[in-house]
């Protein structure tokens, strides 16, 4: 069964530096999304990426955040700048169409620490 | 905006009852509903859906039912089983819309 696969699974990383999430998601789908979720919260959006652009975003995806589809199969989510409040599982998402009743894949995660 | 809550926290079931995991949406314009579930370590994953032109939909030991009157959601499990613990997520979106939004989540533990 396709899969979304995102690396690393936990990084761990000190306030101020920059931190890059990778996902790899179902080869033919065309969206991407990016969501977090703090310990015990609610998972959030972050961001929607299709065709190479952003299509939505949230307030949380503020200047500090960034994505990109580098290659043909890759999405990464970048923070540029890391804060202690950034800590949280970061979720890749994908889905083969955007609108609609439109299925969303997720990935197991990237566990990201801030010290 | 949209604001998703879930009525319980935590609900815990003997095996082999039925449990009802209930949520609550506030944007009427909401078309599309899904149910997630997280276990632990792992991603969202997708157990069933409804669109907004339906009150009930059924899937293998899960019917979902949309009271769009109330707007409320809820997810029932026939039979639980030891491996349907885990935290439940209600999940609304528009049909214009790409982002969904995710209810607080209700950790469910079925007892022995």
């Known amino acids: 069964e396709p899969e979304v696969t995102q690396t690393p699974s936990h990084q761990v990383t000190q306030m101020g530096q920059e931190v890059i999430l990778r996902c790899v998601p179902i080869?033919?789908?065309?969206?991407f999304y990016w969501y977090r979720q703090i310990l015990g919260q609610k998972v959030e959006f972050l961001v929607s990426?299709?065709?190479?652009?952003?299509?939505?975003k949230s307030e949380i995806f503020d200047d500090q955040f960034s994505v990109e589809r580098p290659d043909g199969s890759n999405f990464t989510l970048k923070i540029r700048s890391t804060k202690l409040e950034d800590s949280a599982m970061y979720f890749c998402a994908s889905s083969l169409t955007g609108t609609g009743s439109a299925e969303a894949f997720f990935g197991q995660g990237t566990r990201l620490t801030v010290v | 905006g949209e604001s998703v809550g879930l009525h319980l926290p935590t609900l815990s079931v003997q095996e082999g009852d039925n449990s009802i995991i209930n949520c609550a949406y506030s944007n009427s314009a909401s078309d599309y509903f899904i149910w997630y579930k997280q276990e632990s370590g792992k991603g969202p994953q997708f157990i069933i859906d409804?669109?907004?032109?339906?009150d009930k939909r059924q899937g293998q030991r899960v019917t979902v039912l949309l009271n769009k009157t109330v707007k409320h959601l809820s997810l029932q499990i026939a039979a639980t089983q030891p491996g349907d613990s885990a935290v439940y997520f209600c999940?609304?979106?528009?049909?214009?819309?790409?982002?969904?939004?995710f209810g607080s989540g209700t950790q469910l533990t079925v007892l022995p």
């Open positions: 409804i669109r907004s032109n339906m």
């Open positions: 080869s033919n789908h065309l969206y």
């Open positions: 999940a609304v979106k528009l049909l214009s819309a790409r982002q969904l939004t």
């Open positions: 990426f299709y065709n190479n652009e952003i299509s939505e």
